[in-house]
């Protein structure tokens, strides 16, 4: 009988852990199973003990000692009363704790550990134009394409989270790294960081990137690129899709793209676009209180727009205008070599620089 009900007691945890079911509602089916005389006996001795034993405090545990699942479980539902299996689990102090955040979708498969991290490795099939989406709580997301058919989960984080339903994988991390390959047969990949870093190179798929507190780094990206960086850093290298990024108190470098469609914002941080020779396609960048920098390996064949308004202002270039449209202290606007593609460079309160590209590294200084 007593293995039977410690089966019972093993499957309401197991329910507890999938989030079928809350504390709250397990301790009340534990309560309502029946009781042997000999375990109702038991438990009014131990209680009698914890009468005798009211005043003393509760030793520390011994060095070294790690507690199973199922008392950390006890442990957490003592501490938090209201804690619920939806809550993710993450440093003390660091912001949480968070929750799945896709509400009406659930999830097949769950990692979590409290006090350390816990090492996970994990496949999951993908279909042809399966979608992925990722959130990562305080921690750093690695993406990266492999011709493999499978998307394959590495990562040492607090707790993890995975599901999938007809073409969407969902994924949510929370306090530590994870590293995801990505088949080809991911169409688009839509990520958010809150915060941390993050890190896409040699994937397909359109892309979708929300990133709070870390720096975005793209490399070789066949796809599109839509990216919003808060607090951080933006690096993006050989992007053949359209590009549109923002970047809010950070600095952006653009080069080695292939990209004819182009659009850069930035608040309180530096623009670096570096174009090889440009015939064709759309080229914006519009800067609040920061510099411009486009650096140049070839001719631009191109109508272009040089803007400084509220205190900015345009450095002295010399350019081989065929027709100047329009010049003054704080704008230039005219016809480079027949045109053909569109540029326009724009700043508030900043400066704005039109160079021959001698350093691909980043950052530059900045033109005294």
Known sequence: MEKGKEQDRLSILEKIERGE?????????????????????ARHEVSLREEKVEEVTEEEPEEGYVATRRERKIA??????????????????????????????????????????????????????????????????????????????????????????ENVIRIASSTGQLQIWVP????????????????????????????????????????????????GDARLMGIEGSIDVEVIRGNSEIRGISSTDVTLKATEGDIWLNLDSVSSGRFRCENNKGDINLLTRGELSCELLVQATEGGRIAPMTLPWQRLLERSEGKLHGILKGGGASVSLITKGGKIYIQESWMSTFPMSSPS
């Open 21 to 41: 079911i809350s504390v709250e509602e397990a301790e009340v089916v534990l309560e309502r199973a029946p009781e042997e005389p000999e375990a109702v006996e």
């Open 184 to 231: 080809t047969s991911i169409a688009r990949v839509e990520t958010k960081v809150k915060p941390g870093d993050i890190w896409l190179s040699g994937i397909s798929a359109n892309i979708d990137i929300y990133c709070q507190s870390g720096d975005l780094g793209c490399e070789q990206i066949k796809g599109d690129v839509k990216g919003h960086v808060n607090g």
């Open 76 to 165: 957490l539902a003592e501490k938090f009363q209201d804690w619920q299996p939806e809550m993710m689990v993450g440093l003390e102090g660091g912001g949480g704790p968070w929750q799945w955040p896709w509400k009406d979708k659930t999830w097949q498969w769950m990692w979590q550990n409290f006090g350390h991290p816990v090492y996970i490795s994990h496949s999951i099939d993908a279909t042809e134009g399966s979608e992925l989406k990722v959130v990562s709580y305080q921690g750093d997301l690695f993406i990266l394409g492999w011709d493999e058919p499978t998307l394959k989960i590495n990562g040492a984080v607090f707790d993890i989270r995975i599901g999938q339903d």
